[in-house]
């Protein structure tokens, strides 16, 4: 299971931008996936939580981001996608997208569910001030 992020960039504070995430399987198909979101990692720091939207429940957001951003998803796409506005230079970092808790089926057609988790490469995020 690959899970492959886009919509990265350089923007101005103040200003938008829209990350996507896609996950995707080269042997299994992708039934369901239980949580996905969004972590970030600046120059320096840890990685911390940004948002997190599970298959049914409350969707989280990191104190910091809540009322600017908004993560959403398309369970028929297996993609999530997170609304930055009114970026602000500290929002620079590399955001990963993450799942967890996923449904495959097999080429032998049979149903597995694993607790593992899984990462994208990583969109880096630039707000110059």
């Known amino acids: 299971v690959q899970l492959q992020a886009s919509g990265g960039g350089l923007v101005q504070a103040g200003g938008s931008l829209r990350l996507s995430c896609v996950a995707s399987g080269t042997i299994v198909r992708i039934n369901r996936i239980d949580d996905m979101g969004w972590y970030r990692q600046a120059p320096g720091k840890e990685r911390e939580l940004v948002a997190v939207i599970p298959s049914s429940g409350s969707v989280k957001y990191a104190d910091s981001v809540k009322g600017r951003f908004t993560i959403s998803r398309d369970n028929a796409k297996n993609t999530v996608y997170l609304q930055m506005n009114s970026l602000k230079p500290e929002d620079t970092a590399v955001y990963y997208c993450?799942?967890?808790?996923?449904?495959?089926?097999?080429?032998?057609?049979?149903?597995?569910?694993?607790?593992?988790?899984?990462w994208g490469k990583g969109t880096l995020v630039t707000v110059s001030s």
């Open positions: 993450h799942a967890h808790g996923l449904t495959t089926t097999n080429l032998m057609g049979v149903l597995e569910v694993d607790g593992m988790d899984y």
